[in-house]
């Protein structure tokens, strides 16, 4: 009974010990400078208002961390980043004029403002905008306006080409009788001129087929660009005009 009353009293002392060791639990509604919570958020708000600076980010106590709204600030203020300082609109580049506050407007029948002195998008296809202003009559009105501001150009004739223009690819592929490779004119005499040699001082088979028709083609050939006489030169293709050939 003896034993058991003093390990009694060793463990209510062993308490007491520890109980003034304890100190006194810190405040988790203050924040780091204020008294609680409530005062930072009131100095954030002011700040947004521009009545006095920004305070250091303090994080919300955790028992109402979902329950604070994270600002009441009116529309046009300046939001906060994820640090708590003021987001600040992007420097004006060099040479830009800058848009005072006082220049922005809202364009009637907009929705997002606009800078003053800008051509405002046009709300034509906005029905009420529209109504508001136009009835069945200034349409009619419009549109006889419209009418009567109509200029018909007269027809011209088209000009007629000279003598020493080049000749038309086009009007010769058409008008041949034969297709590329069958030969339609007599090449038998006697040639000076290489036929590779020959078409490769031409940049391109157009210019090769025009050449050939100002010197004599496609009867003769004396520059040797057509050996198999089917009229068409250093195998320029009458194809791609004679596919689009209406047939009787």
């Excluded at 300046?78 to 364009?107: D, E, K, S, Y």
């Amino acid at each position: 009974m003896r034993a058991s009353s003093i390990r009694a009293g060793a463990a209510g002392a062993a308490m007491l010990a520890l109980a003034g060791c304890v100190g006194e639990a810190p405040d988790r509604a203050a924040g780091v400078g204020f008294g609680d919570y409530e005062a930072y958020l009131a100095q954030r708000e002011a700040a947004l208002r521009g009545n006095g600076p920004i305070p250091a980010a303090v994080s919300p106590p955790a028992a109402s961390a979902s329950a604070a709204p994270l600002s009441s600030a009116p529309l046009g203020a300046a939001p906060l980043n994820p640090m708590g300082a003021a987001m600040q609109a992007p420097p004006t580049p060099a040479g830009a004029p800058a848009v005072p506050p006082a220049a922005i407007a809202l364009v009637p029948g907009a929705t997002a403002p606009a800078v003053a002195g800008a051509v405002a998008i046009s709300d034509e296809q906005n029905f009420e905008a529209v109504a508001s202003r136009e009835t069945i009559e200034s349409d009619k009105a419009r549109l006889e306006a419209n009418r009567a501001a109509y200029t018909q150009v007269p027809p011209t004739a088209l000009p007629e080409r000279s003598d020493n223009a080049a000749p038309n690819l086009a009007a010769f592929a058409l008008a041949a009788p034969n297709r590329l490779g069958v030969p339609a004119y007599n090449r038998i005499g006697l040639k000076f001129a290489n036929h590779d040699r020959a078409c490769e001082k031409f940049a391109s088979a157009d210019l090769a087929q025009t050449a050939f028709l100002q010197n004599g083609g496609p009867e003769r050939d004396p520059g040797n660009l057509d050996p198999d006489g089917d009229g068409f030169a250093c195998s320029w293709d009458p194809t791609p005009f004679q596919s689009v050939r209406v047939q009787p």
